[in-house]
């Protein structure tokens, strides 16, 4: 985030301060909410979500009935395999079945590098996205929070993975780009957390800057109707 956020170039602490670096952010959030349980939470917002989620999600760990494991692996035999406590990407990946003898090879192979994992249905992007890194899904962060009944939204921004890498997160080697709220136009090019700059995808070579970003009004409809639920 120092290089990200350009600290270097930042001589003063006033300006340093108009940034919110993410420990900075958790301790806010336990300041007001107390300790935060990650593994709960992401779990949580599938169930209390699950309309807007769009595939199936299940969790895995050791109390886990392997009926159901084993059913879903049946209607899904690539999915997207994450860490409960885990972030940033971090030990994510795809699992293909037919890799493993057996269901419960692949249960045992993921819990023995974790405790606990969400399963999910593969999402198959297309398009656009598709485009920019076909290995991995490419997102838009919508950072937001409910006001009353309104909806802020604030800097939302465009991830992007890199070549043969499955995720798109910025702390995984992605990159990304900010984006203005009001129309979905790309008005940044990209950057690392190294700091560095991309006017084109380092890999797939499309421009990124002055893209729109397809149905935008519609993310921020979907946006607004995840936070009034």
Known sequence: EYFLF?????????????????????????????ELNVEFQKFFAY???????????????????IDEIDSFCKR???????????????????????????????????LSDAPAWILEELICQGGFFSNLNPSSVNTIRVPSFRKGNDVVIVEPVMRMGRKGSVI?????????????????????????????????????????????IPEWNALLSLVRQVHLK
Not at 80 to 101: E, V, Y
Not at 183 to 203: I, M
């Open 168 to 212: 798109d997160n910025a702390a995984g080697g992605g990159i990304i780009a900010s984006i203005d709220v009001n129309n979905g136009e790309v008005v940044t090019e990209a950057y690392d957390e190294k700091g560095n700059q991309y006017a084109t995808h380092p890999d797939s070579g499309i421009r990124i800057k002055d893209q729109f």
């Open 6 to 34: 350009e600290f270097d170039k930042k001589d003063t602490f006033l300006e340093r301060n108009e940034f919110l670096s993410m420990v900075e952010r958790t301790e806010m959030l336990r300041m007001k909410y107390g």
């Open 76 to 110: 899904h035999k690539e999915f997207f395999a994450k860490t409960l406590r885990g972030g940033c990407g971090i030990g994510a990946r795809i699992i293909n079945c037919s890799d493993f003898p057996t269901v419960k090879k692949v249960v045992s192979s993921l």
């Open 47 to 65: 169930q209390t979500l699950e309309p807007f989620y769009k595939r199936e999600c299940v969790k895995l760990d050791s109390n886990s009935n």
